[in-house]
């Protein structure tokens, strides 16, 4: 079974890097095309609305189908969707073509990665889930520092269709490496066992990691929106864009180390420490006007600290529920990120506008994110009973074992 499981996770993590990438760079790209086919920037605002809402939807479907059917068959689902729309786009030419394929997009999104998560959850050596989550996001994470520049060169040598087209044969690759994996836990087969199995004892102890990962995708949405336009308000940085490069380094690294911290000294103190470094990193942004070389620290804080809790949160829902339910519950953990950078990027569009960019309203943010801390230890000290076991909602392997059975 050792052998079967990392190869699963050798194919798996290939597959996510291809699909990760594909993802990452539409999310770049669409807006330059949809601008080239004439549109503006309410309906860039407005496609991106569309993929980020349909997504949302749409997890309340593809998470327990991939606990009734497996997380194979979502992922499989995912991938076609991500083929389709690549080959569509080389034939589209009107921004509602591009709207639709969007929709189609949100399929691939919904569909492919929670059920990705749960395979890496579930073929993870026993005490290591925390180590493979963070080897899993570093997957994830280092997308960024490749595709989006490889795309722009590659439009601009060889235009839109040859892009299209050399995506949709990453997507097929992506999808191919699906092919062997093996689910490791028996999905229910039976939708009336699997109703059966959503109750509130079951998800008993999500709900504050839920609310943490809403907070810590706040703090994200006010980052990748205007840190920019705060930086080009406020500093003579010829290039803020690197921002995004440290903010992805320092991603890389909570990736290698947060995870694995948190299978030793448990979830909850390994959480408290991302929060700290994502706020000192928000709140630092207070001193850059006056001391600009601050800027490149808070990107690299601010990537440890909300990638770090990422993987963190995505370890402990894994540890809080059963492995039967772990794509639902996973959906739902994404669905909190979705929201958080909504909420964010809306509220702090209109606060900061409202201010002129004051840094203030950066500091006020990473003061709260620290303020958090105690108010998470205090009240989730019950939560973190699991420090490095494979990931049983009850702390018990015979309520697994019996979950199983059903």
């Known amino acids: 079974m050792k052998t079967r499981v990392n190869k699963n996770l050798m194919g798996l993590f290939t597959s996510v890097f291809l699909i990760f990438s594909y993802n990452n760079i539409f999310m770049t790209i669409t807006p330059v095309y949809l601008m080239k086919l004439g549109g503006n920037q309410f309906l860039v605002g407005l496609q991106s609305a569309i993929f980020l809402i349909s997504a949302i939807g749409l997890r309340f479907f593809f998470g327990p189908l991939a606990d009734v059917k497996g997380p194979k068959l979502t992922m499989f689902i995912g991938a076609g969707a991500f083929l389709a729309a690549g080959i569509l786009f080389i034939f589209s030419s009107h921004v509602w073509e591009v709207f639709f394929l969007r929709f189609i997009q949100a399929i691939g999104l919904a569909a492919y990665f929670p059920g990705a998560t749960t395979t890496v959850m579930n073929g993870a050596p026993e005490g290591m889930v925390g180590r493979y989550v963070g080897i899993y996001?570093?997957?994830?994470?280092?997308?960024?520092?490749?595709?989006?520049?490889?795309?722009?060169?590659?439009?601009?040598?060889?235009?839109?269709?040859?892009?299209?087209?050399?995506?949709?044969?990453?997507?097929?690759?992506?999808?191919?490496?699906?092919?062997?994996?093996?689910?490791?836990?028996?999905?229910?087969?039976?939708?009336?066992?699997?109703?059966?199995?959503?109750?509130?004892?079951?998800?008993?102890?999500?709900?504050?990691?839920?609310?943490?990962?809403?907070?810590?995708?706040?703090?994200?949405?006010?980052?990748?929106?205007?840190?920019?336009?705060?930086?080009?308000?406020?500093?003579?940085?010829?290039?803020?864009?690197?921002?995004?490069?440290?903010?992805?380094?320092?991603?890389?690294?909570?990736?290698?180390?947060?995870?694995?911290?948190?299978?030793?000294?448990?979830?909850?103190?390994?959480?408290?420490?991302?929060?700290?470094?994502?706020?000192?990193?928000?709140?630092?942004?207070?001193?850059?006007p006056g001391a600009s070389s601050l800027f490149y620290l808070s990107g690299l804080f601010t990537g440890f600290g909300y990638s770090g809790g990422i993987v963190i949160s995505v370890a402990w829902i894994g540890d809080s529920v059963s492995q039967r339910i772990r794509s639902t519950a996973l959906s739902f953990h994404q669905n909190c990120i979705d929201l958080g950078i909504a909420f964010g990027s809306s509220t702090f569009g209109i606060v900061l506008g409202k201010f002129n960019y004051s840094p203030m309203i950066f500091a006020c943010m990473g003061i709260g994110l620290i303020a958090y801390m105690p108010i998470l230890l205090h009240s989730n000290r019950k939560i973190d009973r699991i420090r490095s076991n494979g990931g049983d909602f009850s702390g018990s392997n015979g309520e697994m074992d019996r979950e199983s059975r059903l």
């Open 137 to 288: 996001r570093l997957v994830t994470t280092s997308t960024l520092l490749f595709g989006p520049v490889f795309a722009l060169g590659l439009i601009a040598a060889q235009g839109y269709e040859v892009y299209y087209l050399i995506m949709a044969v990453v997507a097929l690759i992506g999808l191919l490496l699906i092919l062997p994996i093996h689910n490791r836990i028996q999905p229910f087969n039976n939708n009336r066992k699997y109703r059966h199995s959503l109750t509130i004892e079951n998800f008993k102890g999500t709900f504050v990691i839920y609310f943490t990962t809403f907070v810590f995708a706040i703090g994200y949405g006010l980052l990748f929106n205007f840190t920019i336009l705060f930086v080009t308000a406020h500093t003579n940085i010829s290039n803020p864009g690197q921002f995004y490069t440290l903010f992805a380094i320092g991603g890389i690294i909570a990736s290698l180390t947060l995870g694995m911290m948190s299978d030793k000294i448990g979830r909850l103190r390994a959480m408290t420490f991302a929060l700290f470094f994502l706020g000192i990193g928000i709140g630092g942004f207070y001193f850059i």
